[in-house]
Nanobody, 117 residues
Framework: QVQLVESGGGLVQPGGSLTLSCTAS????????LAWYRQGQGKQREVVATISISTYTDYAPSVLGRFYIYRDDPRNIMFLRMNSLEPEDTAVYYCYAHNRKLGVQSWGRGTQVTVST
């Protein structure tokens, strides 16, 4: 399956911004629908944003207007730009890739985002 590696997490103050990246290896990114998930402490994993092969995007209501998902298929990189971060955004963020036709999917290991003073 495709291997995914996230980067860009860290500690940021409320109102700040971070950009997460997800780099894929072992496959052509262009054949996969992609998504960012997150899981806060003691919470269930939830979808944050999705982007299809055709670049159709969808966002969780809690991040709509603040987060932006985009992809660079020639470089096999997908990004999540996070603006106006809130303490409630604190979570481990995971990259997800899915090829429905091939039945192949993969999760990254996750990157920690902490929003705190």
């Amino acid at each position: 399956q495709v291997q995914l590696v996230e980067s860009g997490g860290g500690l940021v103050q409320p109102g700040g911004s971070l950009t997460l990246s997800c780099t894929a290896s072992g496959t052509d990114f262009s054949a996969y629908d992609l998504a960012w998930y997150r899981q806060g402490q003691g919470k269930q994993r939830e979808v944050v944003a999705t982007i299809s092969i055709s670049t159709y995007t969808d966002y969780a209501p809690s991040v709509l207007g603040r987060f932006y998902i985009y992809r660079d298929d020639p470089r096999n990189i997908m990004f999540l730009r996070m603006n106006s971060l809130e303490p409630e955004d604190t979570a481990v963020y995971y990259c997800y890739a899915h090829n429905r036709k091939l039945g192949v999917q993969s999760w990254g290991r996750g990157t920690q985002v902490t929003v705190s003073t």
